[in-house]
């Protein structure tokens, strides 16, 4: 057969910075990152996106962000900052969507200028999206507010919003130019949301890194007080975790291996059944107990673990349990989600289970009599 | 500063292959590659996307791709072939776009499915960007059926459509699991078709290989008889050095050089301006005059080398000039594309010229007098 052989290999980079108040005239970290990245005789433009969560939690963010770009020398601020509804809304509005696209081509936003996203998840998934499919991938920066994003899907690759009532349906892979983590919007966070936050960094500590949690269980009480230090650890350490599994083998995904999804076949499911009423870190939370107890009952991990595991969520005050969860048999609606999974990996399930504390592995089958049974225990026992 | 580096590569391969009459049962070319992905236990799924002037060209493909397909053992046809409509029209219509997702919902395509897209370089482009988003990325498979698509865009790593009138305003960059040049397909195109495909080889070869141009002078007569043994060699040629350029420095476009969008400036404003009558290899091909004149009056290249373009594109009988062409003044029509495309490419203006037949130079600035002087020369001297 003849053919002509393609072959070619991308590199990308980013970092991720830890900071304060970014946008304080004192504060030089994202006026040296973009003047790292100034072209001689071209002014680049900022488009800024802000999850409206935001600019409610920090009313004078706007005029901040026009005093701080002021003084930039090249790169002009887009006077028009767009606010967005945050929340799964941001995803679920295609109009949304092509309000951004709009703007985009409107204030002719082309590839060597940046999108800066400020907000939660769903903000930074949205506009991650637009930007990454506006002339084929316009820059784009993310500023996480969330204990979740700074933490999780903030400093990763990818980005996407909802289409037919299905979760991230449309998206892409598309890493950011920079990520800045600003500690100090972290603290107008409702607790609920820097609560449910953390719940990431004990799946990520499940899978990978017995140490962290060892470090969770001792900073158990600072976590629930929200006491600063411990909590810039937390997010840090678990961003860190996350970044080198990206990094890894597979950063686009192209296997069926999905380690960080511990406890998201299920959490998906709950969080649609509930119609978004429970956060997502709340139903992951769910998610891990399920799957821990399972692990257990199944044999992989032991008693001592599964109880570790159990008593550190009550602790951090995490959800354990929800009505919906419900196991009558394999047509219950949370079953479904194992489907809804295994569709969305494409052809085969591939399960995170534990074998120990730090160490996942994985299965390509659920036994739903044990998963009733582990509902169960959830509910009645613990 | 306290940060965290991300840093990773991908590795991207895939194969154009060459081959004849593609779903004939006696051609194992299209089942050896599918057979080569298949994995134990996963059925995975054929979405067949085709052009219709490829359908109406020949009536029994359909019939042909399901009796080939019923053969693959590993593999399940979606039944439901989809046909759309050619030319730019698949590129214009946001509802073409979202009848696909849909049938990439309905169908349950996932991310080890494949969607297989048959037609000329907008069916691609089309079909190359649903895959690209739904679910982050389904796999895709191209048969580019012109040999436009066959040389150029259907071997390349890019898709998009249209938005709001504005040429590949939405779209990523997603190199394709396997390209099929079915030799096949050309037989049934119009001389228009065919003949103006051939442009990007002239504008390969004018750019970067002086021994191909030679070729092509050698072979006029029987390229613009399309003999297929020579429009054969010109295809495999034009495509090898268009992905020797893309496996180069800069796959996914990150800086403003563009040497393979010699002499496109001006063509996509002629193909806008002429709404589409003018086919984009006709375009291109007054545009490659256009900027092959303007290098001889700026003094960058010999007239001996200009004559032997004009005289090659005239064997080719392909277009020099066109009325839209007209330049008066700095605000003639033609001018706003110096602006378009400098903006599509972000910040610098970076135009590709001639120092020398084979070989490329790049200019940040275009001189309207000159360019003027130039188009006047097309319309009265040659």
Redesign the interface.
């Known amino acids: 057969?003849?053919?002509?052989?393609?072959?070619?290999?991308?590199?990308?980079?980013?970092?991720?910075?830890?900071?304060e108040k970014i946008f304080d005239p004192a504060n030089p970290?994202f006026a040296?990152f973009l003047e790292s990245r100034a072209?001689k005789?071209?002014r680049?433009k900022l488009l800024f996106i802000v999850d409206e969560g935001v600019t409610e939690a920090h009313a004078t963010l706007q005029e901040q962000i026009a005093a701080y770009c002021a003084d930039l020398e090249n790169f002009e601020l887009v006077q028009d900052v767009i606010v967005v509804p945050g929340g799964e809304a941001a995803k679920n509005d295609l109009q949304l969507f092509y309000w951004l696209?709009?703007a985009i081509?409107q204030h002719?936003i082309?590839?060597?200028?940046y999108v800066v996203a400020i907000g939660g998840g769903s903000v930074l998934d949205l506009a991650g999206y637009v930007a990454?499919?506006?002339?084929?991938?316009v820059k784009h920066i993310r500023i996480p507010t969330t204990v979740l994003s700074q933490n999780d899907s903030g400093?990763g690759v990818?980005n996407?919003i909802n289409?037919?009532g299905?979760k991230?349906?449309?998206?892409?892979?598309a890493?950011p130019a920079a990520v800045f983590n600003d500690a100090h919007f972290l603290t107008t966070l409702d607790e609920r949301d820097w609560r449910s936050g953390m719940i990431e960094a004990v799946k990520v500590a499940l899978i990978k890194d017995a140490g962290f949690f060892d470090w969770m269980e001792a900073h158990a009480q600072q976590l629930t007080q929200a006491e600063p230090q411990s909590l810039q650890y937390l997010i840090?350490r678990c961003?860190?975790l996350h970044?080198a599994h990206?990094?890894?083998k597979d950063?686009?995904?192209?296997g069926?291996s999905r380690p960080l999804d511990f406890g998201h076949w299920s959490a998906h499911k709950l969080e649609q059944l509930t119609d978004f009423e429970l956060r997502h870190g709340e139903a992951v939370s769910i998610g891990i107990a399920l799957d821990s107890v399972y692990s257990w009952i199944k044999g992989m991990l032991d008693e001592a673990s599964v109880m570790r595991i159990i008593n550190l969520l009550k602790q951090l005050r995490l959800p354990l349990y929800h009505p919906l969860l419900e196991i009558e048999d394999e047509n219950s609606a949370i079953m479904a989600g194992l489907e809804e999974f295994r569709?969305?990996?494409?052809?085969?399930l591939t399960i995170s289970l534990l074998r120990a504390i730090g160490k996942g592995e994985e299965v390509h089958e659920m036994d739903a009599a044990a998963l009733a049974q582990a509902v169960n225990m959830l509910r009645d026992k613990w």
Chains 1, 2 share one sequence.
């Open positions: 057969m003849s053919y002509i052989q393609q072959s070619f290999s991308v590199q990308f980079e980013y970092k991720v910075y830890f900071t970290c040296s072209e005789g071209i680049k696209v709009n081509d002719a082309d590839r060597h200028s990454a499919v506006s002339h084929r991938g400093v990818k996407g289409y037919h299905k991230n349906f449309l998206g892409t892979f890493p840090r961003a860190e970044m990206i990094g890894g950063p686009f995904e192209s069926s569709e969305h990996l494409g052809g085969r």
